[in-house]
């Protein structure tokens, strides 16, 4: 079965560091995968996406990821933190049963910027 | 502009009481879901449809209900039989075909006592 990891319920970083969020997943055939934000009482938001093609997905806010299939990895990262980069983050897989896509789900990263 | 929206934001309901979510879209997507989302427990399916008047249940539907009359529209009524209804819950979208990704209402946070 298809699963989602994401390492670390909270990960702190200061304010102009690196981002690294980290994302596992686990899949019989090859994946799509997704990075959402959701800021507090609020709803998620498409960060970025992997299909297809380039391996290294670019998306919104400065944020990227890497498909890495020998590590069966999606890590997201930004190479300078905003404090409005404060959220928590989620990493999914797209799996079709019913003919049709659903999203697994990790539990979600909370992101805390120091200043 | 094309969106989800949710109505109301925040829902206060008695305990024994149902009450229903309401969920529109006007972005012609075929797929429609329900989640719920607990502090550290990320997003559980409650119920989704890929089509009007076709609906399946997810991980969680016990204590709920959903309708799918119009492709706009997927209300979902929390009933007396959920034991533990207060939560945030967040309606999704999606085009048919594709590679999966869902876009998402801002949420209704409802809280019964």
């Known amino acids: 079965a298809q699963s989602v990891t994401q390492l670390g319920s909270h990960v702190s970083v200061s304010e102009g560091a690196l981002v690294l969020l980290r994302c596992n997943y686990s899949?019989?055939?090859?994946?799509?995968l997704f990075w959402y934000v959701q800021y507090p009482n609020q709803g998620l938001q498409l960060l970025l996406k992997?299909?297809?093609?380039a391996t290294l997905v670019k998306g919104i806010n400065g944020f990227e990821a890497e498909f890495k299939k020998s590590e069966t990895s999606f890590h997201l990262t930004k190479p300078s933190a905003h404090m409005s980069d404060a959220a928590e983050y989620f990493c999914a897989v797209s799996v079709t049963w019913d003919s049709n896509y659903q999203l697994i789900w990790g539990a979600g990263t909370k992101l805390i910027i120091k200043p | 502009d094309g969106g989800i929206t949710q109505s109301p934001k925040y829902l206060f309901r008695k305990e024994g009481q149902n009450v229903t979510l309401s969920c529109e879209q006007n972005?012609?997507?075929?797929?429609m879901y329900w989640y719920r989302q607990d502090p550290g427990q990320g997003l559980r399916l409650i119920y989704y449809s890929q089509i009007v008047n076709d609906f399946q249940k997810g991980d969680i539907a016990e204590g709920y209900s959903v309708s799918r009359e119009k492709k706009e529209s997927f209300p979902l009524t929390v009933t007396s039989a959920q034991k533990n209804p207060t939560a945030f819950y967040l309606c999704a979208s999606r085009v048919a075909g594709g590679p999966g990704e869902q876009y998402f209402g801002p949420g209704t946070r409802l809280t019964v006592t």
């Open positions: 992997y299909t297809t093609g």
């Open positions: 972005l012609n997507h075929d797929a």
């Open positions: 899949s019989s055939v090859p994946p799509y």
